[in-house]
């Protein structure tokens, strides 16, 4: 059964950071790239950043130079930091998993979601 568990989140003030935690079981973590989305009141879900396998990296542009997306393969974790935050900042973060199915198709499994709330 493929658990994601995320933690970390709370109130910030503007400028200040926080440190997301993923913590992955159910699944061969090890082989299997991972993401953070994040999803702000009447906004579509985004993605935020994702992390391959080899720990390679890509990141939204609005979090380009501010978020960092790491893993730890020994822990089964995968950890957002999250420096100068902004108040748009502002969402539900979620740690993803896309299984892929075959044919191109993935499956998605989503954790429940981490409130950070960014103030001004």
């Known amino acids: 059964q493929v658990q994601l568990v995320e933690s970390g989140g709370g109130l910030v003030q503007a400028g200040g950071s926080l440190r997301l935690s993923c913590a992955a079981s159910?699944?061969?973590?090890?082989?299997?790239?991972m993401s953070w989305y994040r999803q702000a009141p009447g906004k579509q879900r985004e993605l935020v950043a994702h992390i391959t396998s080899g720990s390679s990296t890509n990141y939204a542009d609005s979090v380009k130079g501010r978020f960092t997306i790491s893993r730890d393969n020994a822990k089964n974790t995968v950890t957002l930091q999250m420096n100068n935050l902004k108040p748009e900042d502002t969402a539900v973060y979620y740690c993803?998993?896309?299984?892929?199915?075959?044919?191109?198709?993935?499956?998605?499994?989503w954790g429940q979601g981490t409130q950070v709330t960014v103030s001004s």
């Open positions: 993803n998993w896309a299984r892929f199915t075959g044919w191109g198709k993935t499956q998605d499994y």
């Open positions: 159910g699944f061969a973590f090890s082989i299997n790239g």
